[in-house]
């Protein structure tokens, strides 16, 4: 019996391989390849599928994290706050923006920043602030923002593992000043290869995002801004998201409804699934299927034996990230630290087999 993968993208892959060969060949014969007809209508189909009047195609989420910042007026020395619990990506961004890191702690509950964990991390020199949807959970942004607000601080989203989440305030990227995403291959709207996007409400925010992933010009030739860069969205990225992005809703549904099944068959012990309470809700999209649990060892060893695939998402927290040295030595994130030993990612993807999924409950049932 082969092991249930993580995810399988080559799953994804075959279920619109015919679409997908219509769409790619259609760009290889146009001789368009870069900021063409593709990358125009993907921004603006994605753009209305959030609710949201701009989006700007990039390279990644992660020039996407960078401009988004830039965009919202952070300088070098500026501060920013964010989660130590989400992968580093802001702490990248930030750090090639020039920007200066500082951690704030997570709900216990959630794992994601709430208006209560971030506020004793602003400070005078803070500019902006980056909630990350984490594992497809959309933060309660709304104290966020009124807090934000109340100090002067940019609010950006991180909607990276959030594509398609709907709250009763609105979809993911819709909630803050502006927002990235980020469409790896993994993520639930994925390319086929790299690719991102930043959106804003904000017409001037929109065009200077425009002007700074194209080589700072304000029009060809004419360099007008610093730190541009060269973040575009190609044309075969594009025309892939575009195959994709009708099919998100009913993924990301699909997502949930596996996330429900651990939930049942962890049943009411000291392990639990990190967003179980919100699998009948629209306003998490299953990124990814974390469990908590007070002996990981243990329980990773178990679902191995039995060929189940797990990770660990994230096992170092930011702030303890080699790359800092002793920068943060004296910052203490509890909630951060203690989850970081306690979490395990368990397999989720769309395309699953009821198979693998009961293979998954089973072991998940004797724990
Ligand atoms: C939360 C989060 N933010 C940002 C990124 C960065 O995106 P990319 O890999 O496209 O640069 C990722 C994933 O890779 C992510 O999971």
């Given at each position: 019996m082969s092991d249930v993968p993580l995810n399988d993208l080559r799953r994804g892959y075959d279920d619109r391989a015919d679409e997908l060969a219509k769409v790619t060949a259609e760009v290889l014969s146009s001789g368009w390849y870069v900021l063409g007809p593709q990358h125009d209508a993907f921004e603006a189909e994605f753009a209305e599928s959030l609710g949201v009047d701009h989006c700007i195609g990039v390279a990644n989420g992660t020039d996407a994290l960078e401009l988004a910042l830039l965009s919202v007026g952070c300088r070098p020395g500026d501060e920013v706050v964010t989660a130590a619990n989400a992968g580093f990506y802001t702490g990248t961004a930030a750090r090639k923006a020039g920007l200066t890191l500082a951690f704030a702690d997570v709900d216990p509950d959630t794992l994601l920043l709430t208006a209560a964990t971030v506020e004793p991390a602003?400070?005078?020199?803070?500019r902006a602030v980056v909630v990350t949807h984490l594992y497809g959970r959309l933060a309660d942004v709304a104290p966020l923002r009124e807090l934000c607000r109340a100090r002067g601080v940019a609010l950006v989203e991180d909607c990276a593992q959030a594509a398609g989440a709907v709250g009763e305030e609105g979809?993911?990227?819709?909630?803050?000043d502006v927002a990235a995403y980020s469409f790896f291959p993994t993520k639930n709207l994925g390319a086929l290869g790299d690719a991102g996007a930043v959106v804003t409400n904000d017409p001037d925010r929109a065009a200077l995002l425009r002007r700074l992933r194209q080589y700072g010009w304000s029009a060809k030739y004419t360099v007008s801004e610093e730190r541009g860069r060269n973040s575009r969205l190609d044309e075969l990225q594009a025309a892939v998201l575009r195959v994709k992005l009708p099919y998100l809703a009913e993924a990301n549904a699909r997502r949930r409804a596996i996330v429900a099944r651990y939930v049942e068959a962890l049943g009411a012990g000291e392990r639990r699934m990190v967003h179980g309470s919100a699998v009948d809700s629209t306003a998490y999209v299953g990124h990814l299927a974390v469990m908590s649990t007070p002996s990981r060892d243990a329980d990773r060893a178990a679902l191995t034996a039995a060929g189940i695939r797990t990770d660990v998402h994230?096992?170092?927290?930011d702030h303890r990230q080699?790359?800092?040295?002793?920068?943060?030595?004296?910052?203490?994130l509890p909630v951060t630290e203690a989850a970081a030993e306690q979490i395990l990612t368990l397999p989720c993807f769309a395309e699953m087999t009821g198979a693998e999924i009961d293979r998954v409950c089973d072991v998940l049932h004797q724990l």
């Open positions: 602003l400070t005078e020199r803070t979809a993911a990227g819709s909630l803050a994230y096992p170092v927290p080699p790359v800092l040295g002793d920068s943060y030595a004296d910052v203490h």
